[in-house]
């Protein structure tokens, strides 16, 4: 069945070191992206791409990087000057529409804690 | 910029009754869709329902339909015969073109926490 694999699905991390969660899809989608979410928040974008070797920021990108070297992946980097990186994160994909229903499809997320 | 509003951190609702989770949009386009998410608790979010700023019926997929008041910019989620296993989060989102090239992304409301009690 097609679909998005995110990996680890809880990872612990000590201050002061990067981490990279792993995002795959199988679904040919054209676009990824990556969401944080924070309790009694909803989602935020973090980064988005829309095609191979290209990616943009969304609206809380400091402290995050990202590359989409192969369309099926698109894994995230915590770096330590992200302040506050304790949170869940959600990978999704779309295909690139422009118009009607672009539904995401979302995988099962990574909950980051740091020590 | 646009902005959704969910004003029911939590509802609790008895099993087989109907419920109504609320929200409110704001935008300035003309052409918008939106997006109901459902998330329980192992973290995965899954699509729902969607409605589209042009469509003149309210969309319905099985027990779920949206409701929706676009002079009121409201799109609330009508659940029918509420089940158990409707016990999650619930997310409204709508979408927003970021890109020349028809690229999305979606904004999200803060959520409404669904109880169903046997």
């Known amino acids: 069945d097609g679909g998005i694999t995110q990996s680890p699905k809880y990872l612990f991390r000590k201050e002061g070191q990067n981490v990279t969660l792993s995002c795959e899809q199988n679904?040919?989608?054209?676009?990824m992206y990556w969401y944080r979410q924070d309790p009694g928040q909803g989602l935020r974008l973090i980064y988005y791409?829309?095609?191979?070797?290209?990616?943009q920021k969304g609206d809380i990108a400091e402290g995050y990087s990202v590359s989409r070297e192969k369309k099926e992946s698109f894994p995230l980097t915590v770096t330590s000057a992200q302040k506050n990186p304790t949170a869940f994160y959600l990978c999704?994909?779309?295909?690139?529409?422009?118009?009607?229903?672009?539904?995401?499809?979302f995988g099962a997320g990574s909950r980051l804690t740091v020590l | 910029a646009q902005k959704i509003t969910q004003t029911q951190p939590g509802m609790f609702v008895q099993e087989k009754e109907a419920v109504t989770l609320d929200c409110t949009y704001d935008?300035?386009?003309?052409?918008?869709?939106l997006f109901w998410y459902k998330q329980p608790s192992s973290g995965e979010m899954i699509f729902l329902i969607y409605?589209?700023?042009?469509?003149?019926q309210n969309a319905t997929e099985g027990r779920y339909s949206l409701n929706f008041q676009k002079a009121r910019k409201s799109a609330n989620l009508v659940i029918s015969a509420s089940q158990l296993g409707d016990s999650a989060m619930y997310f409204c989102?709508?979408?927003?073109?970021?890109?020349?090239?028809?690229?999305?992304?979606?904004?999200f409301g803060t959520g409404t926490r669904l109880t169903i009690i046997p």
């Open positions: 999704a994909s779309s295909i690139t529409s422009g118009t009607g229903a672009n539904v995401l499809t």
């Open positions: 679904l040919n989608h054209d676009a």
């Open positions: 791409s829309q095609i191979v070797n290209d990616f």
């Open positions: 935008t300035s386009d003309q052409s918008y869709g």
């Open positions: 409605q589209g700023s042009y469509d003149e």
């Open positions: 989102a709508m979408r927003e073109t970021i890109s020349n090239f028809g690229n999305e992304k979606l904004t």
